[in-house]
């Protein structure tokens, strides 16, 4: 078929089509890549309230359609500046709505709502020691407060043995249309999130639980890597991410490179001598995916200069001593999975959603982790409370986390007898300018 009849027939065809047409062959990418049908598109979609004829001169971004326009540019000129444009304003409009924050957690309100309109999805993408991709699409979502749990599985998985990285991403359509659905097999863009070495993943990782069916590993940050027991092969693959930049990172970073947040601006203070010590905000989630134990909002915790030791502020939020504060766990602790024939819950872990906002109310440290329960040997010294004591640690280069529970056997409930932060005092004086 002649050329001129091709290019007649691509110029009725939209933007994603003329993409997908350019695939076919090399003929059809040089044909899909004429100036003259981009430019026809970049105008009526980007200015649909003028004619490009109409259009004034005084314009910095003036669109004409006459020789210069269309000659003086190399091939697919105009295809780039639509594709350029059509992102800007969709990445302009979907970061339009981070700004609404909820005051309750300092974090965006309108996640769901973004993520409806920017099409937002989440894949994995698991790396064998070949080279070869396996992608896994099509994820459950989970949404808590604070946080949004994504759960893979299937029966198509890789051999384990054989597989070297798994990567995290964020996936939205290259030109998202909010009149249609969102195509996977259209064009797409793809944000690295994270990356994690599966590699001696039982070495590597930490042992979260286990129940008759799987074994949870988890690899920081976030991710939990349920095994079969005995086969050595994947059950699914769970991914715990918490709001705070999180549609930054599923939507600005690329395929290569993950997103970067600005870096803060320390506010000084020469007048207050314990500035960055004090009013701090925090909200506590405990969920195992499914299900809610514990859900909790905690305001002026402080620590004293004298009380900083080996480089960690401490904040306390449940005191040990004082039982007026200590809180019920509803339910028993665990992290509920399934895959496409069972389903199960690994007891005595659960996920932890955690955001510490600073005295402005900023989000200033947060995380969504596994955390794993341990049977302390040490008994309860609290005469309100007689029962076997657990801990639960929680450790990241931003700080730790220090839980306490004590398990009422004639209730069968958990009891947190003491939470404690450990705030690095290097993140403490890198977002204050202060010298603890």
């Given at each position: 078929?002649?050329?001129?009849?091709?290019?007649?027939?691509?110029?009725?065809?939209?933007?994603?089509s003329?993409?997908?047409?350019?695939?076919?062959?090399?003929?059809?990418?040089?044909?899909?890549?004429?100036?003259?049908?981009?430019?026809?598109?970049?105008?009526s979609?980007l200015?649909?309230?003028?004619?490009i004829?109409?259009?004034?001169?005084?314009?910095?971004?003036?669109?004409?359609?006459?020789?210069?326009a269309?000659?003086?540019?190399?091939?697919?000129?105009?295809?780039?500046?639509?594709?350029?444009k059509?992102?800007?304003?969709?990445?302009?409009?979907?970061?339009?709505?981070?700004?609404?924050?909820?005051?309750?957690?300092?974090?965006?309100?309108?996640?769901?709502?973004?993520?409806?309109?920017?099409?937002?999805?989440?894949?994995?993408?698991?790396?064998?020691?070949?080279?070869?991709?396996?992608?896994?699409?099509?994820?459950?979502?989970?949404?808590?407060?604070?946080?949004?749990?994504?759960?893979?599985?299937?029966?198509?998985?890789?051999?384990?043995?054989?597989?070297?990285?798994?990567?995290?991403?964020?996936?939205t359509?290259?030109?998202?249309?909010?009149?249609?659905?969102?195509?996977?097999?259209?064009?797409?863009?793809?944000?690295?999130?994270?990356?994690?070495?599966?590699?001696?993943?039982?070495?590597?990782?930490?042992?979260?639980?286990?129940?008759?069916?799987?074994q949870?590993?988890?690899?920081?940050?976030?991710?939990?890597?349920?095994?079969?027991?005995?086969?050595?092969?994947?059950?699914?693959?769970?991914?715990?991410?918490?709001?705070?930049?999180?549609?930054e990172r599923?939507i600005?970073?690329?395929?290569?490179?993950?997103?970067?947040?600005?870096?803060?601006?320390?506010?000084?203070?020469?007048?207050?001598?314990?500035y960055?010590?004090?009013?701090?905000?925090?909200?506590?989630?405990?969920?195992?995916?499914?299900?809610m134990?514990?859900?909790?909002?905690f305001?002026?915790?402080f620590?004293?200069?004298?009380?900083?030791?080996?480089?960690?502020?401490?904040?306390?939020?449940?005191?040990?001593?004082?039982?007026?504060?200590?809180?019920?766990?509803?339910?028993?602790?665990?992290?509920?999975?399934?895959?496409?024939?069972f389903?199960?819950?690994v007891?005595?872990?659960?996920?932890?959603?955690?955001?510490?906002?600073?005295?402005?109310?900023?989000?200033?440290?947060?995380?969504?982790?596994?955390?794993?329960?341990?049977?302390?040997?040490?008994s309860?010294?609290?005469?309100?409370?007689m029962?076997?004591?657990?801990?639960?640690d929680?450790?990241?280069?931003?700080?730790?986390?220090?839980?306490?529970?004590?398990?009422?056997?004639?209730?069968?409930e958990?009891?947190?007898?003491?939470?404690v932060?450990?705030?690095?005092?290097?993140?403490?004086?890198?977002?204050?300018?202060?010298?603890?």
């Open positions: 078929m002649p050329s001129e009849m091709l290019l007649k027939i691509f110029s009725y065809l939209d933007a994603v003329l993409l997908a047409v350019g695939c076919v062959n090399k003929r059809f990418h040089e044909l899909a890549n004429d100036n003259g049908i981009w430019l026809k598109l970049y105008s979609s200015h649909p309230k003028r004619t004829w109409k259009m004034k001169s005084k314009q910095t971004e003036t669109v004409s359609l006459g020789c210069a269309l000659h003086d540019k190399g091939p697919g000129y105009w295809k780039k500046e639509y594709i350029f059509k992102t800007s304003a969709f990445k302009t409009r979907v970061m339009r709505l981070v700004k609404f924050l909820d005051p309750y957690t300092g974090l965006p309100c309108k996640n769901k709502e973004a993520m409806k309109v920017s099409g937002l999805s989440w894949i994995i993408v698991l790396k064998d020691k070949n080279g070869k991709e396996h992608v896994v699409e099509k994820p459950n979502l989970s949404f808590k407060d604070t946080s949004l749990t994504v759960l893979w599985h299937g029966t198509d998985w890789p051999c384990f043995d054989i597989l070297s990285t798994l990567k995290l991403f964020g996936v359509p290259l030109l998202p249309d909010q009149s249609i659905p969102p195509n996977n097999n259209g064009p797409r863009r793809f944000s690295l999130i994270a990356e994690y070495h599966l590699a001696n993943l039982t070495e590597n990782s930490v042992v979260v639980g286990a129940d008759e069916l799987v949870l590993f988890s690899l920081s940050p976030g991710l939990l890597v349920g095994m079969w027991k005995g086969k050595n092969e994947i059950a699914f693959v769970m991914a715990n991410l918490h709001y705070n930049h999180l549609l599923s600005l970073g690329s395929a290569t490179v993950q997103y970067s947040p600005p870096p803060n601006r320390p506010l000084l203070d020469d007048i207050d001598s314990e960055g010590l004090h009013d701090y905000r925090l909200h506590l989630d405990l969920h195992g995916r499914n299900c134990y514990l859900c909790g909002s305001k002026c915790l620590c004293r200069k004298r009380d900083i030791e080996n480089g960690y502020v401490r904040l306390v939020v449940v005191n040990l001593k004082d039982n007026r504060k200590h809180l019920p766990i509803i339910g028993t602790l665990g992290i509920c999975w399934e895959t496409d024939v389903k199960g819950n007891k005595d872990c659960f996920v932890m959603d955690l955001t510490l906002l600073d005295e402005t109310g900023m989000p200033f440290w947060c995380f969504s982790d596994p955390v794993r329960m341990e049977l302390s040997t040490k309860s010294g609290l005469y309100d409370y029962g076997h004591v657990y801990t639960a929680y450790a990241d280069s931003e700080g730790k986390v220090c839980v306490e529970f004590v398990w009422l056997e004639e209730t069968k958990y009891i947190i007898v003491s939470l932060l450990y705030v690095s005092t290097k993140k403490v004086n890198s977002w204050y300018g202060t010298n603890y």
